[in-house]
């Protein structure tokens, strides 16, 4: 009762998935995914073993293919699942049992697999396809993208409920730790692909650091205006002085620790045009 796209990227690496149902949370249950080794969208009565099962296939080298294989020759109900698979090489497979409700039906193509089930009609499935194969940009984006072109064509049938997007990558999560790059989720809402949207906007600016060419090298006149903002938010009290000091610096990090900006204060002499931005939207003139 749900419609996927699982997904990678050979620049990045990224391996992902992106999900919509009318179904509570669905990204719970949908989505798998593990860095150098694959992705997995399990849906339709999902089997969720297929998930861990199936990643540790993956990561053993398995191809798509041979991995969808293997956990369906062990399902004795994989006439009414729904699987789409991508490898870590750009492989995909796609599984749609004759028991599931219709329209139901996948497809395949270079590092993407796209299926649904309880679809208001095949032209769903090709929406998403056709838009992550035109979206440029990195695999959140273009999963994003392929996620909208489907929820616009008809979608599930039965309505909207829950969306969610999980991107796996090398070290890719907050703190460089592990790879959950990206994992966001609408477990409950009228029109949950476009707030999914939203998140992913929020996301990028929050979560993930900036690109080289958005950093501002801080000269005098960058500094004093740094200085008055944060003076008047409360953490810098030195002189009005245009130096951008230690103790400007850290009362900077300070300010950037509240407003969850750390991600962005990424240099002791540059300012990232986000975070300035940022600055200038909250100080009151």
């Given at each position: 009762?749900?419609?996927?796209?699982v997904g990678y990227d050979q620049t990045t690496g990224?391996?992902?998935?992106?999900?919509?149902?009318?179904?509570?949370?669905?990204?719970?249950?949908?989505?798998?995914?593990?860095?150098?080794?694959?992705?997995?969208?399990?849906?339709?009565?999902?089997?969720?073993?297929?998930?861990?099962?199936?990643?540790?296939?993956?990561?053993?080298?398995?191809?798509?293919?041979?991995?969808?294989?293997?956990?369906?020759?062990?399902?004795?109900?994989?006439?009414?699942?729904?699987?789409?698979?991508?490898?870590?090489?750009?492989?995909?497979?796609?599984?749609?049992?004759?028991?599931?409700?219709?329209?139901?039906?996948?497809?395949?193509?270079?590092?993407?697999?796209?299926?649904?089930?309880?679809?208001?009609?095949?032209?769903?499935?090709?929406?998403?396809?056709?838009?992550?194969?035109?979206?440029?940009?990195?695999?959140?984006?273009?999963?994003?993208?392929?996620?909208?072109?489907?929820?616009?064509?008809?979608?599930?049938?039965?309505?909207?409920?829950?969306?969610?997007?999980?991107?796996?990558?090398?070290?890719?999560?907050?703190?460089?730790?592990?790879?959950?790059?990206?994992?966001?989720?609408?477990?409950?809402?009228h029109n949950p692909v476009p707030e999914l949207g939203?998140?992913?906007?929020?996301?990028?600016?929050?979560?993930?650091p900036p690109k080289p060419e958005d950093l501002l090298?801080?000269?005098?006149?960058?500094?004093?205006?740094?200085?008055?903002?944060?003076?008047?938010?409360?953490?810098?009290?030195?002189?009005?002085?245009?130096?951008?000091?230690?103790?400007?610096?850290?009362?900077?990090?300070?300010?950037?620790?509240?407003?969850?900006?750390?991600?962005?204060?990424?240099?002791?002499?540059?300012?990232?045009?986000?975070?300035?931005?940022?600055?200038?939207?909250?100080?009151?003139?």
């Amino acid at each position: 009762m749900t419609f996927s796209i699982v997904g990678y990227d050979q620049t990045t690496g990224d391996l992902g998935v992106a999900v919509a149902s009318k179904f509570l949370a669905v990204g719970s249950v949908v989505s798998w995914a593990q860095a150098e080794a694959g992705a997995i969208a399990t849906q339709s009565y999902a089997n969720m073993s297929f998930g861990p099962n199936g990643l540790a296939l993956l990561a053993q080298g398995q191809s798509a293919q041979a991995t969808l294989d293997q956990l369906l020759a062990a399902d004795e109900g994989r006439e009414q699942r729904q699987v789409g698979v991508v490898d870590f090489q750009g492989n995909a497979a796609t599984w749609t049992g004759n028991a599931c409700h219709g329209w139901a039906g996948g497809r395949t193509g270079a590092g993407y697999a796209a299926q649904g089930n309880i679809l208001t009609g095949a032209d769903v499935v090709e929406a998403m396809a056709t838009a992550f194969e035109q979206t440029h940009g990195e695999l959140a984006e273009r999963l994003l993208a392929a996620l909208l072109a489907g929820d616009q064509a008809g979608g599930d049938q039965r309505g909207r409920q829950s969306a969610a997007l999980y991107v796996a990558r090398k070290c890719g999560a907050y703190g460089g730790v592990l790879d959950r790059y990206i994992d966001l989720r609408v477990d409950d809402h009228h029109n949950p692909v476009p707030e999914l949207g939203r998140l992913l906007g929020l996301h990028r600016f929050y979560l993930t650091p900036p690109k080289p060419e958005d950093l501002l090298p801080i000269d005098a006149a960058l500094a004093l205006e740094i200085q008055t903002m944060l003076q008047q938010f409360g953490y810098y009290q030195g002189e009005l002085s245009g130096d951008y000091d230690a103790a400007t610096h850290a009362a900077l990090q300070a300010y950037g620790g509240v407003e969850n900006l750390e991600e962005r204060l990424v240099s002791a002499t540059h300012i990232d045009r986000q975070v300035l931005n940022y600055l200038r939207k909250h100080f009151v003139r």
